[in-house]
């Protein structure tokens, strides 16, 4: 049973970039989800995601009526993704969370608003390329998104190598670093504008669904019952790779959406978490 299973995967070009990707999302959850996290920001997951959206209408847009032929609807959703995370930035340069999750709130109302009114004046051929930034399938990835999904979890790897030690501190304590002497304006903006430039990227591989699922609830699980950073960024990544093997497997058992099925289970690991907590204490 085993070595059939092995086999099909090692024959199917489709499991073998699903499975890639799984593992992508997995760093890219345990690198950007944790910081947002521990930034209070696990709204701007969510807020980003959907700002694709809006991006990718303007770009549909902007192709169908030949004013940019040459506007691609990514390149829309990256710049839509800045625009959220610029706004985010601004509103907490002081390091009030609340401020920046009302940035949120606001930025996702206007980039909403904008991908429905947009897709009035969309052909509705080009409607499904709008709501697959929504729904997504990791079992739908094709070698260009993988490429994206490695160079972008690359790029996180090398920030969280870098820079980890400052945006813990300007997380946890933005007026204190600027107190101590450092920059913390600069890694406050390079933390929010890569984590929504990944958020956006890895959206459009997966969908806005399982991008929340995948960097919110793992980060908030693992934050819950572990203490060190380094501890927090593996133990997130493992339940979101769980979450995601699981999403796989289940979907061909019941014929069901493994996105739908992964963030199912890691939204049940924050509740496992929760118990596990009480239990310690």
């Avoid at 970039?17 to 709204?43: D, E, N, P």
């Avoid at 960097?215 to 995601?244: D, H, W, Y």
Wanted: hydrophobic share 60%.
């Amino acid at each position: 049973m085993i070595i059939d299973i092995l086999t099909l995967i090692l024959s199917s070009p489709i499991l073998q970039r699903a499975l890639i990707a799984a593992v992508l999302v997995s760093v890219i959850a345990a690198t950007s989800g944790t910081l947002m996290v521990f930034r209070g920001l696990s709204f701007l997951t969510s807020g980003v995601a959907h700002a694709a959206l809006g991006g990718a209408s303007l770009g549909l847009f902007l192709q169908a009526s030949g004013l940019a032929p040459w506007f691609d609807p990514l390149l829309g959703a990256v710049v839509f993704a800045i625009f959220v995370a610029a706004i985010t930035g601004y509103a907490g340069e002081k390091g009030v969370a609340q401020k920046m999750e009302v940035a949120v709130g606001v930025s996702f109302a206007l980039s909403m608003s904008l991908a429905v009114f947009m897709m009035y004046y969309l052909p509705p051929s080009m409607i499904p390329q709008i709501w697959g930034y929504l729904i997504g399938d990791i079992l739908l990835l094709d070698n260009l998104d993988i490429v994206m999904l490695s160079g972008t979890a690359l790029c996180l790897v090398l920030l969280i190598f870098l820079f980890k030690k400052e945006f813990v501190y300007v997380s946890i304590d933005m007026e204190g670093s600027t107190a101590h002497g450092m920059n913390a304006r600069g890694y406050h903006y390079l933390m929010l504008i890569f984590t929504a430039v990944a958020i956006a990227l890895t959206t459009k591989a997966v969908g806005a669904i399982l991008v929340y699922a995948i960097l919110v609830a793992p980060a908030a699980a693992s934050s819950e019952v572990l203490k060190t950073i380094n501890r927090i960024i593996i133990g997130v990544f493992i339940i979101a790779l769980v979450s995601m093997l699981i999403g796989l497997a289940g979907s061909f058992l019941i014929l069901a959406s493994p996105s739908a099925i992964a963030g199912l289970v890691a939204a049940l690991s924050y509740l496992i978490a929760l118990q596990v907590k009480r239990w310690l204490h």
